[in-house]
């Protein structure tokens, strides 16, 4: 046996071999993603539910949110460049709230992430921060589990403004003369809060009846 075709058998082998084992590795790794995608999907799910349970009573709706939903896109004036999601509370049927997310682009270190629920009546019923990188023990307040004033909260301040009763120059803190409070040392973080909260509200309230009429699962304005 010649030593060329010796070492044409052993590539061929080689090969073979490299080849048997991306195709198990790749059956592994399919199994492993259909039977953990229902548990990763499930966790999100869950997620969602425990972060719109925190601006937006339970009771005060009766259909599924998450099934509720429409998309919108482009959206810079909230910070949303490539869209965002709005979801829907009814309560027999009829329009309760709707809860959309927005961001502060001038945050301190960068972008804030954010949830705003506003009532049918223009009441905001909740603003959380879903994501961010304000610096630790100083504009992290904007966080509630972060806010050490856990009898009350920074954050918990939006619950009892009314779109209607804030002009929307007042949507930032008084120290620029507006409405809302900040905490001394650390004013970017509450500023770009506020007014990114402001933002999102005038967002929903100018398109009220168009995102609780458009199809569920759909995009507004398609």
């Given at each position: 046996?010649?030593?060329?075709?010796?070492?044409?058998?052993?590539?061929?082998?080689t090969g073979?071999?490299?080849l048997l084992f991306t195709l198990v590795f790749t059956a592994l790794m399919a199994a492993t993603w259909r039977i953990t995608q229902p548990a990763i999907e499930a966790s999100a799910q869950d997620a969602q539910r425990r972060l719109i349970d925190e601006v937006l009573p339970p009771g005060s709706y009766?259909?599924?949110?998450?099934?509720?939903?429409?998309?919108?896109?482009?959206a810079p004036q909230i910070g949303m460049d490539e869209g965002g999601r709005v979801w829907r509370a009814r309560k027999g049927g009829e329009p309760v709230a709707?809860?959309?997310?927005?961001?502060?682009?001038?945050?301190?270190?960068?972008?804030?992430?954010?949830?705003?629920?506003?009532?049918?009546?223009?009441?905001?019923?909740?603003?959380?921060?879903?994501?961010?990188?304000?610096?630790?023990g100083l504009g992290d307040y904007i966080d509630p589990k972060k806010?050490?004033?856990?009898?009350?909260?920074?954050?918990?301040?939006?619950?009892?403004?009314?779109?209607?009763?804030?002009?929307?120059?007042?949507?930032?803190?008084?120290?620029d003369g507006g409405t809302f409070g900040y905490r001394t040392g650390a004013t970017i973080s509450a500023r770009a809060v506020v007014r990114a909260a402001g933002r999102s509200t005038a967002f929903v309230v100018e398109r009220m009846e168009a995102l609780f009429t458009a199809p569920a699962g759909g995009v507004l304005g398609e």
């Open positions: 046996m010649s030593a060329r075709y010796s070492a044409t058998r052993t590539a061929l082998r073979a071999i490299m009766d259909n599924d949110l998450l099934a509720d939903v429409v998309r919108f896109g482009p709707l809860v959309v997310e927005g961001a502060a682009t001038d945050g301190y270190a960068g972008r804030i992430a954010l949830v705003v629920a506003v009532n049918t009546n223009g009441l905001l019923s909740g603003v959380r921060v879903t994501q961010h990188k304000e610096t630790p806010d050490r004033r856990k009898d009350l909260p920074w954050i918990g301040q939006f619950a009892v403004a009314s779109w209607k009763d804030v002009n929307t120059a007042d949507w930032t803190v008084r120290k």
